[in-house]
């Protein structure tokens, strides 16, 4: 009878002991789950600004920055004209569908969306610049046009005689005539570089202007005759 009850007790305490361990068992499961739902709750809540605040960065910079413009263009001088064959970059801002490079027709003019035809040639860029600005008005509210020279085909200068190349050339900014020398291969052994000159017509009258050759060559600017449109050269 007395060992019957010690193995009772004994089977008791043993099942006491395995009922706590489930029990902490329980308890750290529960808890471990609790930190991961946790976790799940905070993450998106602590992301979410995040994601919120880079489209409006984006919003405020382009309400507040203006673009700037990419497009290549050719130094002119304040002489400078549009003609016939000139590519130009039309910019407005905030309008991409109403910006493109045009070329210049034969008939002096670009066609541009909403515009229609313009008639450009004898234009500064400057003047086309104002004069599309006031055609927009109607359409787009404070256009803001651009007008870029990308390339000019119009102003030509001719060289002939003891040189490389001979042919026309296109005269895009400042260039001076012993840098068409240099760009046509230069003069031939026969060629007397002493007696080059420059054929220019102004108010229709033909002026003939000598080049001193030597001279330029030694790095005088004085010496070095700046081209203008028309200008031809002869080399004897």
């Known amino acids: 009878m007395t060992r019957l009850i010690s193995v009772s007790l004994c089977g008791c305490k043993t099942g006491l002991r395995i009922g706590l361990l489930l029990v902490a068992f329980v308890s750290a499961i529960s808890a471990v789950s609790a930190e991961g739902t946790v976790a799940q709750d905070v993450s998106p809540t602590q992301e979410a600004p995040k994601t919120a605040e880079k489209p409006k960065d984006k919003e405020e910079t382009s309400a507040t920055t203006k673009p700037t413009d990419t497009a290549a263009g050719v130094p002119v001088d304040d002489a400078y004209r549009i003609g016939l064959d000139d590519q130009l970059m039309i910019s407005v801002w905030r309008e991409p569908e109403l910006s493109m490079s045009v070329v210049v027709r034969p008939d002096g003019m670009i066609t541009l969306p909403l515009l229609s035809d313009v008639h450009v040639v004898g234009l500064k860029p400057t003047e086309l610049q104002e004069l599309l600005t006031e055609k927009l008005k109607p359409f787009v509210s404070e256009p803001q046009v651009t007008v870029v020279v990308q390339g000019i085909r ?21 260039q001076t005539v012993l840098q068409l020398l240099a760009a046509a291969g230069g003069v031939t052994p026969f060629g ?18 000598p080049f001193q050759y030597k001279k330029a060559l030694k790095g005088g600017t004085k010496d070095d005759v700046l081209l203008q449109p028309g200008d031809i050269i002869v080399v004897p």
């Open 154 to 174: 119009s102003r030509k200068v001719y060289l002939v005689g003891k040189v490389a190349k001979q042919g026309s050339f296109n005269l895009e900014g400042g």
């Open 192 to 209: 007397k570089a002493d007696s080059i000159y420059i054929l220019r017509t102004e108010k229709k009258k033909q002026m003939r202007i």
